[in-house]
């Protein structure tokens, strides 16, 4: 009988969903003139038993959207790589921020202006998906 129960229990708790487990808080975007492309910035916070994993996002506001990572290259030059996923650990924390990770969104599908929210859709190696609020900024904003 207990047995019986655990078997029927131990599913739920492997197949937590990923976006289940993760708070995204101070989501937001930077705009910069033009067709520049802008940077999205999140914290993210895993308040889960198993490690999350993102694997790609995306919003209807912008065609494309990348997860990078922002480093010093061996000249001390400044220089962007796409990343292909980013795992949040169990109980812990990744912030994308300024000159760290970071989402690039590219070819706004229409014009964004500074207090404007607009959606993004975090995808998790699970097939899970969690929609965050970003609120647009203006350029000079940092932090
Ligand atoms: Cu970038």
């Not at 655990?6 to 708790?13: G, Q, R």
């Not at 924390?93 to 964004?112: D, E, F, I, N, S």
């Not at 929210?117 to 899970?128: E, P, W, Y």
């Amino acid at each position: 009988m207990l047995l019986v129960l655990l078997m029927a229990l131990l599913p739920h708790y492997a197949l937590a969903a990923q976006a289940d487990q993760i708070k995204a808080s101070h989501a937001w975007i930077r705009l910069l003139p033009g067709d520049l492309p802008a940077g999205g910035y999140v914290r993210l916070d895993n308040q889960g038993a198993s490690a999350a994993t993102l694997v790609s996002v995306q919003s209807a506001a912008y065609v494309s959207v990348m997860l990078h990572q922002s480093a010093m290259d061996q000249a001390g030059n400044s220089a962007m790589r796409v990343l292909d996923r980013l795992t949040i650990p169990a109980h812990g924390g990744v912030a994308l921020a300024p000159a760290g990770y970071h989402l690039m969104l590219q070819q706004a599908a229409h014009p964004l202006k500074p207090g404007d929210k607009i959606d993004v859709t975090l995808n998790f190696a699970d097939g899970s998906h969690l929609q965050v609020p970003f609120l647009i900024r203006p350029a000079n904003a940092v932090d």
